[in-house]
């Protein structure tokens, strides 16, 4: 109301004014139009005090509007940057596309899957090159609710993927859905293992239970069997039986290996190797196969000293068993930089290149009649593998065929802690 009367009251000010002084009026009515203008003048003066107090109201108003404006966009970048930073963060890929199957944003596991440093704004087809993808987005589209399918990606390599994709909501007049992807390799991988594993197991139980059954129905049947002949049964009776306790002995091994830790102690490399060799020396001589040992002393590493004794032993006794007759195995011991390196050379008859990488895989054997002839499990150096592994360390092989193989096994070397300052004082 103040703002609509003050211009009035400022007019009838300097009309009265104008009044007093171009009129000439008896004093009295002179004295009660001053008295008037002096009136309207304070009471336009009153109004524009509150005129000014309101003002500067709406002033401190506005700035705190502005503060708190100001408080809450901040609060919001930084409540986008956490949820940027969450999802940056997931251990999943995670896409969200629009309607029209665009992605508008991918977080940082999802651009690694696919090699791309910038994904947004393009088509989610052109960037995955999976056509079951595409449709399955569709689907989401058409019925704007969540729905989930297997994948399989072949780009930039091959991922086998449960994909989930949900709708978000709206934003800038589009429709957002978000594409979550689960990489289901790795257990499809490990379920195959699992059930070639067993069906090894199972072959490599059925074969010699089924020679001992054959055996022993044969002397059930036959009273007047010769007692040479007899005996020459019961003796593969109990060769197919120790066959049998060594496949057992070697799975608990490579099962010890796998799920339990080792209990660690320092000690010295070559002595346990030294013993590895001389209880190989018979089994190397029956086979004819010469022994070479190239040791460095003082070595030390901080390991289960009965499972790096295994390690050597696998080792060797792979190189003595596909080794030829007159050959040689060659064991050396050396450091390389913070590593200790245990070599064993053969002049067997080599691995063939397609077969390198399977050779560490349990039962896996490149030769399967020279394996069981000579009481091979296929679980030697699968054991050997585990083990290094559980200390940290690494193998590996290099192979020509019909040439010979060289294994090392790589640990990490004991180093002395050193010395504390109440120690040295």
Not at 217 to 243: G, K, V
Not at 256 to 269: G, H, K
Not at 335 to 364: C, K, M, N, Q, W
């Amino acid at each position: 109301m103040s703002v609509r009367w003050l211009p009035a009251l400022l007019w009838l000010s300097a009309g009265l004014l104008l009044l007093t002084a171009l009129v000439d009026f008896s004093p009295a009515w002179r004295e009660a139009l001053v008295a008037a203008t002096v009136g309207c003048i304070l009471l336009a003066l009153y109004f524009t005090r509150r005129l000014y107090a309101r003002f500067t109201a709406l002033r401190e108003q506005l700035a705190e509007q502005r503060a708190e404006i100001e408080s809450l966009q901040l609060e919001l970048t930084r409540q986008q940057r956490r949820r940027l930073a969450l999802i940056d963060g997931m251990p999943i890929p995670l896409l969200i596309c629009d309607e029209d199957a665009m992605l508008r944003y991918a977080n940082r596991l999802a651009l690694e899957w696919f090699g791309f440093r910038h994904m947004t704004g393009k088509s989610l087809l052109a960037l995955t090159f999976c056509y079951d993808l595409y449709l399955l987005m569709l689907k989401a589209v058409r019925r704007e609710s969540a729905v989930s399918g297997e994948i399989t990606f072949s780009f930039p390599k091959e991922r086998h993927t449960e994909a989930h994709i949900w709708y978000l909501g709206e934003a800038d007049s589009h429709k957002l859905f978000a594409i979550a992807l689960l990489d289901k390799s790795e257990l499809l991988r490990l379920e195959q293992v699992r059930r070639d594993f067993v069906a090894n197991v199972s072959h490599e139980f059925r074969t010699p239970l089924a020679s001992i059954r054959s055996l022993a129905e044969t002397i059930h049947d036959d009273p007047d069997m010769p007692h040479s002949t007899r005996q020459r049964f019961l003796n593969l009776i109990i060769q197919e039986a120790d066959r049998l306790t060594r496949i057992a002995d070697d799975l608990l091994t490579l099962t010890r290996a796998e799920s339990m830790q080792p209990v660690r102690e320092v000690f010295e490399l070559a002595p346990v190797i030294q013993q590895a060799v001389q209880e190989m020396e018979g089994e190397a001589q029956r086979a004819q196969v010469s022994l070479t040992v190239e040791l460095t002393p003082g070595i030390r590493l901080l390991a289960n000293r009965d499972q790096i004794l295994q390690v050597a032993l696998n080792l060797l006794s792979n190189a003595i068993r596909y080794n030829k007759p007159q050959g040689s195995v060659t064991v050396r011991t050396y450091t390389e930089g913070h590593t200790a390196v245990l070599e064993v050379a053969d002049t067997g008859i080599g691995i063939p290149s397609e077969a390198l990488p399977r050779i560490f895989e349990r039962f896996y054997r490149v030769d399967k009649t020279r394996s069981r002839e000579t009481g091979g499990t296929g679980l030697g150096l699968s054991i050997v593998k585990h083990i290094v592994e559980a200390h940290g360390g690494q193998v590996e092989v290099e192979s020509e065929y019909r040439v010979g193989s060289v294994f090392r096994v790589r640990l990490p070397l004991y180093e002395e802690p050193a010395p504390s300052h109440k120690q040295a004082s």
